[in-house]
């Protein structure tokens, strides 16, 4: 069984920053992918970002490259997402996953709320 103990999220203004992590409680958490989505209201949920179980490759969507940051530390069970230069458009409804590959959830954490005001 999956579950995820976030920590992070919050409300911020646009400009600022804010860092999320998940502890996940996987036993094999060193042989998954990481992965964070978002859900924002009335839209489906999106791909963020995804870091491989090796910690050498990292995957980003078009709209946070630049401004988002995945990282991992095996050793403790925990992925990070580090947000920088945060926009309105970032306002969403924030979800950690396991996956068997990058990009893929097929474990998921319950979300953490997002909010950036202008």
């Known amino acids: 069984r999956f579950s995820c103990r976030r920590l992070g999220g919050g409300l911020v203004q646009a400009g600022g920053s804010l860092r999320l992590s998940c502890i996940a409680s996987?036993?094999?958490?060193?042989?998954?992918?990481m992965n964070w989505f978002r859900q924002a209201p009335g839209q489906d949920r999106e791909f963020v970002a995804a870091?491989?179980?090796?910690?050498?490759?990292?995957y980003y969507a078009e709209s946070v490259k630049g401004r988002f940051t995945i990282s991992r530390d095996n050793s403790k069970n925990t992925v990070f997402l580090q947000m920088n230069s945060l926009k309105p458009e970032d306002t969403a409804v924030y979800y950690c996953?396991?996956?068997?590959?990058?990009?893929?959830?097929?474990?998921w954490g319950k979300g953490t709320q997002v909010t950036v005001s202008s």
């Open positions: 996953a396991a996956g068997i590959k990058p990009r893929r959830g097929d474990y």
């Open positions: 996987l036993r094999t958490f060193g042989s998954y992918a």
């Open positions: 870091i491989d179980w090796r910690d050498t490759s990292t």
